[in-house]
């Protein structure tokens, strides 16, 4: 597969950006272990949506129908006033042949409590390594650090082991099930502020 993508592994740096798809800078990525994660900018989106690559070198398998569909919700959510930088979705990147594996991030800006919900998927040749694990202690980090959150939540398909123990592994707890799924939650840990 040629790509002409940021992370094509035979380029030093990005190249010009294809006509009509305007790109984020790629040099403050979240780091997790072993991937990084970089914003899907709305334009990218778009072209993730419309069947494209989104300026991403893919594992020959990507990208996945979730990142798509979660492209399609950043449009949605910038068509109505509700998009936020950093509040949408992120190309998880494989750092050891920086090819894109997968997405994740949010369904959308903290709502006023401070929760918001969280989803990713990998393509099926990068499952079973950890990857998503990484990329949610990544995210994570970084969506406490933002002021103002609480909450961080997921709804998972019952069946849907593999999610679940991923979830588990990053410290979210299960807190009901419903038609939806089976919902978990992993709050913000109180920081003592006292000095001692």
Do not use: K
């Not at 002021?147 to 082991?161: F, I, M, S, Y």
């Amino acid at each position: 597969m040629t790509s002409t993508g940021p992370y094509d592994p035979g380029r030093l740096s990005p190249p010009t950006p294809s006509p009509g798809v305007r790109r984020r800078s790629y040099a403050d990525p979240v780091q997790g272990v072993g991937v990084a994660l970089h914003v899907i900018s709305p334009d990218a989106a778009a072209d993730l949506y419309a069947g494209g690559d989104g300026g991403f070198a893919w594992a020959g398998d990507g990208p996945d129908e979730g990142t798509r569909i979660a492209s399609g919700m950043l449009g949605l959510a910038r068509e109505v006033g509700e998009y936020r930088p950093g509040w949408g979705p992120y190309a998880i990147v494989r750092l050891r042949d920086r090819r894109a594996i997968g997405g994740i991030g949010f369904h959308g800006p903290p709502d006023p409590d401070g929760h918001v919900e969280i989803g990713y998927d990998l393509v099926p040749s990068a499952r079973g390594h950890g990857h998503a694990t990484e990329a949610l202690r990544a995210l994570a980090a970084w969506a406490f650090a933002q002021p103002g959150l609480t909450e961080l939540h997921a709804t998972v398909a019952e069946g849907n082991l593999p999610s679940h123990a991923v979830l588990a592994r990053t410290g979210f707890r299960r807190v009901g099930a419903g038609e939806d799924g089976v919902r978990y939650v992993l709050r913000a840990r109180p920081v003592d502020v006292s000095g001692s």
